[in-house]
């Protein structure tokens, strides 16, 4: 079982750069592939980059070579940095185990001039 928080959005410019974190608690968090998703008004939930126990990385095609999936088994965190940052990135972010059933309540990033 996981539980998580996230943390570290906001409003940046087009352009700009944010890191997201995601603070895990669980004593089997380094046995689960865990992802980043994004959720936009009016649209489904989607997986926008996940990582492996084992620290393989998987990333949508819309933020690939821009957005960095990583983890830290010891202290329980995955973070994602998100770099040259478009208006259409703007979405409520939420860290979870791919295929988990409960959320949190995200963090908002708002890209905006």
């Known amino acids: 079982q996981v539980q998580v928080v996230e943390s570290g959005g906001g409003l940046v410019q087009p352009g700009g750069s944010l890191r997201l974190s995601c603070a895990a608690s669980?004593?089997?968090?380094?046995?689960?592939?865990m992802g980043w998703y994004r959720q936009a008004p009016g649209k489904q939930r989607e997986l926008v980059a996940s990582?492996?126990?084992?620290?393989?990385?998987m990333y949508a095609h819309s933020v690939k070579g821009r957005f960095t999936i990583s983890r830290d088994n010891a202290k329980n965190t995955v973070n994602l940095q998100m770099n040259s940052l478009k208006p259409e990135d703007t979405a409520v972010y939420y860290c979870n185990g791919v295929g988990a059933k409960v959320w949190g309540q995200g963090t908002q990033v708002t890209v905006s001039s």
């Open positions: 990582i492996t126990s084992d620290f393989n990385t």
């Open positions: 669980g004593s089997i968090f380094n046995i689960y592939t």
